[in-house]
């Protein structure tokens, strides 16, 4: 929503000949010529070194030279009163011209609010409806408009692309975007920068180093953070598999990477039975690998999820299946059907990021340096792990309830 300009103050247009006195030094009168409706003025101003004296009758003629008669004569102080009740009526169009119009102005000369893109890697997730509210929060805060699209699917790069492409076209003032793929989006994010269109990256990187600024979790600290609350659970040893989420997205592929290196420095009698299965960008997908790893492994005491599909999916198979008592699961990201698992028992461990705030400081961050103002190359919007115990914390509420509705109703 753009936001309204304040209307601008209209000038109280004068004849070209007038002039207004200066403070104290004000003389005047202003008489109707005989015979007229009031459309003729008069109007005269004693300044210090230039006098002044513009008089028009109603067809703009100038009455300058006229003889002064038995029916044109009036009284030199009667003219001087009614000059000075006119020029109080002029200084009180002026102050009136203080007060903001209910009605907007001609503001051709003003600067309209401007438009910000937010590409997600996809729209059906409960996280990226967290970040849209984020960018709004930050859009109202800042009076910028803000304009959300994306694939429906986080694995349609080229939908992406072809979204990225459209905003070129339409001349955006700026862009802030999650990356699908680190590789596949370098041309049209170029090819926006070339076109005088700033780029903020939010959630997931990108093999580019043209953009102002990158604002998301540290990623690997957060598959760091997994394993270590792994190791704790099954206390120190055991078997594990990972769920991989899709090649070229950058996040995960960090999150995965994190937790592999440190349970296998950390907890070295704990066996990662697999490391390179793929779950996808759907549910389904995801439900469909899990279902394949339980039949694979006949005994597993952990899985790990990088994402909020594969956690969802392992939730659902391993209680399906009747496993749920003997795995340990530890998943990124919530939903309400996460954090219902995490209160019911069939979760134990979230490492929950704040999608709010990498849509809110998205935003701010691009309008930042839009405006000239230095940011920061890279942002950690932070993550927390959640389990039973501390999820009615205020840190845990306040990545696990983000303000959706408030900002997307």
């Given at each position: ?158 939908d992406q692309i072809k ?176 954090v219902e698992g995490l ?67």
């Amino acid at each position: 929503m753009r936001r309204c300009s304040r209307s601008r103050r209209s000038p109280v247009l004068l004849p070209s000949e007038a002039s207004l006195p200066a403070r104290g030094d004000a003389r005047g009168a202003g008489r109707l010529a005989p015979g007229t409706s009031g459309a003729s003025v008069e109007i005269r101003a004693a300044l210090p070194d230039r006098p002044s004296r513009c008089t028009l009758d109603a067809t703009g003629t100038s009455r300058r030279n006229r003889p002064r008669t038995k029916n044109n004569w009036r009284s030199p102080m009667l003219d001087r009163t009614r000059g000075l009740g006119f020029l109080a009526s002029i200084a009180f169009a002026i102050a009136g011209c203080d007060r903001p119009s209910e009605t907007p102005a001609d503001d051709s000369g003003a600067t309209e609010a401007r438009t910000i893109a937010v590409i997600p890697k996809g729209t059906s997730h409960e996280f990226w409806k967290a970040v849209h509210a984020g960018a709004v929060k930050s859009g109202r805060d800042l009076g910028v408009e803000i304009v959300w699209q994306g694939p429906a699917r986080e694995d349609d790069r080229d939908d992406q692309i072809k979204v990225v492409e459209q905003f070129i076209t339409k001349g955006v003032d700026g862009i802030v975007i999650a990356p699908l793929d680190d590789t596949a989006l370098i041309r049209p994010l170029k090819e926006a920068a070339e076109a005088g269109i700033p780029v903020a990256v939010i959630d997931s990187g990108v093999n580019w180093d043209g953009s102002v600024t990158f604002a998301a979790t540290d990623n690997y600290e957060g598959g760091v953070r997994a394993a270590r609350e792994m190791g704790r659970l099954l206390e120190g040893r055991g078997t594990v598999v990972v769920m991989r989420y899709v090649e070229g997205s950058a996040s995960t592929t960090r999150r995965e990477e994190g937790f592999i290196d440190t349970l296998r420095s950390d907890f070295p009698d704990v066996e990662l039975l697999s490391d390179n299965a793929y779950g996808g960008a759907t549910l389904e997908g995801c439900v469909s690998t899990a279902e394949n790893l339980l039949d694979r492994f006949a005994e597993i005491d952990g899985v790990f999820a990088p994402c909020e599909p594969a956690t969802v999916a392992f939730m659902r198979t391993l209680d399906q299946a009747g496993r749920k008592d003997a795995t340990a699961i530890v998943g990124f990201d919530a939903s309400e059907s996460l954090v219902e698992g995490l209160r019911s028992g069939k979760v134990d461990a979230l490492v929950v990021q704040s999608p709010f705030a990498m849509g809110e400081r998205g935003v701010g961050l691009l309008i930042d340096s839009i405006e000239g103002r230095d940011v920061p190359a890279r942002v950690d919007t932070g993550c927390v792990v959640v389990t039973l115990a501390n999820m009615e914390s205020p840190e845990a509420k306040t990545v696990l309830a983000p303000p959706i509705d408030e900002y997307l109703r």
